[in-house]
């Protein structure tokens, strides 16, 4: 059972629409973070969010915490061929003794010009 | 500073073949962090070292696999003996802390024919 489930899995848009990409996970983190990897590369860190209900904005992107620190979403306003990757959430679980991220298995997302 | 520095970015190499990769994580980062990547299972975490010591190994896959630190400058995974299913993608990250955020490498992509 993955600790972190993203969905959707793949989408695949026209630029200019925008997407809505989640972060699901019955497990309280003390924070999160999402991660943008393109292809032969190395994951990217976008963004880190700490507190419930906290909203983080990058450019065209909306990162927002849920209030019970359980999940997060990432919304991308009128996406453009350059937002194409794979996007990671990954946690740090409250309490718990690992001492690292916890990732999902990504969205990958798709914008075609 | 380069970022983290891996090499080869590329590696084809036959079963039973032992392989080195090789890692140079951010001058200052005190974690170092091994994952692998493939599309079944996303990234998981192989071990992780905290100024230079390994901290948690519980994520190698086998006794085949085995991670050193032998400075703050350098990391190297080995596998030996390599098999078909060690293909995959496998990363180094760095960071100041635990919780912090991760800056990756751009991978090894080994291939064990």
């Known amino acids: 059972t993955q600790l972190l489930e993203q969905s959707p899995q793949f989408l695949s848009i026209q630029e200019g629409e925008n997407l809505t990409v989640y972060c699901n996970s019955s497990s309280v983190f003390s924070s999160l973070q999402w991660y943008r990897q393109e292809p032969g590369e190395g994951p990217v860190l976008l963004v880190t969010v700490v507190t419930g209900g906290e909203v983080k904005k990058l450019k065209r992107l909306t990162f927002q915490f849920g209030d019970a620190r359980k999940d997060s979403s990432l919304h991308i306003t009128a996406a453009q061929p350059g937002d194409t990757g794979l996007y990671l959430c990954?946690?740090?679980?409250?309490?718990?003794?690992?001492?690292?991220?916890?990732f999902g298995k990504g969205t990958k997302l798709s914008v075609k010009p | 500073d380069a970022g983290v520095i891996q090499s080869p970015r590329h590696e084809v190499t036959e079963m039973g073949q032992e392989v080195t990769l090789r890692c140079k994580p951010i001058s200052g980062h005190d974690y170092l962090f091994w994952y692998r990547q493939t599309m079944m299972r996303g990234l998981e975490l192989l071990i992780y070292?905290?100024?230079?010591?390994?901290?948690?190994d519980s994520g190698m896959p086998e006794d085949r696999f085995s991670a050193k630190m032998p400075n703050a400058s350098f990391s190297n995974l080995k596998i030996q003996p390599s098999e078909p299913r060690d293909s995959a993608v496998y990363f180094c990250?760095?960071?100041?802390?635990?919780?912090?955020?991760?800056?990756f490498g751009s991978g090894t992509r080994l291939t064990v024919v």
């Open positions: 070292f905290n100024n230079n010591v390994p901290i948690d």
């Open positions: 990250a760095s960071s100041f802390t635990r919780q912090s955020g991760y800056t």
């Open positions: 990954a946690g740090v679980r409250y309490g718990g003794s690992q001492g690292n991220l916890i």
